[in-house]
């Protein structure tokens, strides 16, 4: 029987720029880049997902606006799991400067979206900036 996931991702942007961040060494994807987000917990709204993920993650405080595209795919290891993909567009409510989990990330950047196509990204990022 195939389990689900389901993942919430924040595109986060300044002008013409959009926040990206670099998984850590050791994690599971350990040098790709990423938007900010994560996995949704049970009962936990996508959206709410999101604007949590963003603040964990960057110590950045969002709203969302909408969404901005959904993608499934199989998980890439082989498991019986379908994963689900939603970005939402978000807004920073307040300036700030971003500060990183350690524990999950050790670098970002702001990058136009044909800047972050040169990036070592998961396959579901790429064909978001494709689209």
């Known amino acids: 029987m195939t389990e689900h996931k389901h993942l919430a991702y924040c595109w986060i942007a ?6 990206f961040l670099r998984r850590a060494p050791g994690v599971f994807l350990g040098g790709r880049w990423e938007l900010p987000g994560g996995t949704v917990e049970p009962g936990e709204a996508f959206e709410a997902t999101a604007v949590r993920e963003a603040a964990e993650e960057t110590g950045l405080t969002v709203r969302i606006k909408g969404e901005r595209s959904r993608d ?19 807004e920073e ?36 900036l494709s689209s």
């Open 14 to 19: 300044r002008g013409d720029e959009v926040l």
């Open 93 to 128: 409510t307040g300036a700030g400067e971003v500060v990183l989990n350690p524990e999950e990330h050790d670098d970002f950047a702001w990058l136009t979206p044909a800047e972050a196509r040169a990036l070592e990204l998961p396959e579901h990022f790429r064909r978001l």
């Open 72 to 90: 499934s795919w199989p998980d890439i290891t082989g498991r019986p799991l379908l994963i689900h993909a939603f970005v939402y567009t978000a």
